[in-house]
């Protein structure tokens, strides 16, 4: 039972356009969201995060959004950078006990071509 | 460098030996946590710690598996008798702040192969 879905396994995008990945979930539970970046060979890098009480969130380049009714988020990197190359975790969590239980999406991966 | 560290970075044996990774988390994190990552899947959780207690076990985590934060400053991650469905890269991260809303800070795993 995947709670969590990434959809795009892959995304190839053009230098300085916009990337938009896009990630749906199951779990109503769910109130808080992630987005983690990860390179081969490394661990998941945390990008931005979103509150189930708002429904935008921006930093720098990247954008969060999230529609609670239809259960969906998305993240936005405006310009897309060749570094940005990597694939992207969506991430949701429901506070279990004193901890946040993060449950992953599969991941797209990122192709930011010159 | 004051992020998760984990050693070893990769980790080869032979089915039936036991295996231990180690991770130290960032030194002001009070909760630690587990995770494994099999190749095309996101990362699942295994265990976390607050402080040296064990507050939550995954079902994925069999007999095979123990976890232990001595002191709860690093940890440690130990798997019995291994089997080849066992390999993965296993992922350890930190994290402090209030709880349902914190940011994990991930280390760059281990990656265990079993033959």
């Known amino acids: 039972d995947q709670q969590v879905k990434q959809n795009s396994p892959s995304l190839s995008v053009q230098e300085g356009r916009i990337s938009i990945l896009n990630c749906d979930y199951t779990n109503s539970m769910f109130d808080y969201f992630l987005w983690y970046k990860k390179y081969p060979a490394e661990g998941p890098t945390f990008l931005i995060s979103i509150s189930s009480i708002k429904d935008k969130n921006e930093d720098g380049r990247f954008t969060v959004f999230l529609n609670k009714s239809a259960k969906h988020l998305s993240l936005h990197i405006v310009p897309s950078q060749p570094g940005d190359s990597a694939v992207y975790f969506c991430a949701a969590s429901a506070l279990t006990g004193t901890a946040s239980k993060l449950t992953f999406g599969t991941g797209t991966r990122l192709q930011v071509t010159l | 460098d004051t992020g998760v560290s984990q050693d070893p970075r990769h980790k080869i044996t032979k089915r039936g030996q036991n295996v231990t990774f180690r991770c130290d988390p960032i030194s002001e994190h009070n909760r630690l946590y587990w995770y494994r990552q099999t190749l095309g899947q996101g990362p699942e959780f295994l265990t976390y710690f607050q402080n040296e207690a064990q507050l939550e076990k995954s079902r994925l985590l069999s007999d095979r598996f123990s976890a232990e934060r001595p002191k709860g400053s690093f940890s440690t991650l130990e798997i019995q008798r291994t089997e080849q469905g066992d390999s993965a890269m296993y992922l350890c991260?930190?994290?402090?702040?209030?709880?349902?809303?914190?940011?994990?800070?991930f280390g760059s795993g281990t990656q265990l192969s079993v033959l």
């Open positions: 991260a930190s994290s402090s702040g209030t709880a349902g809303n914190e940011k994990l800070f």
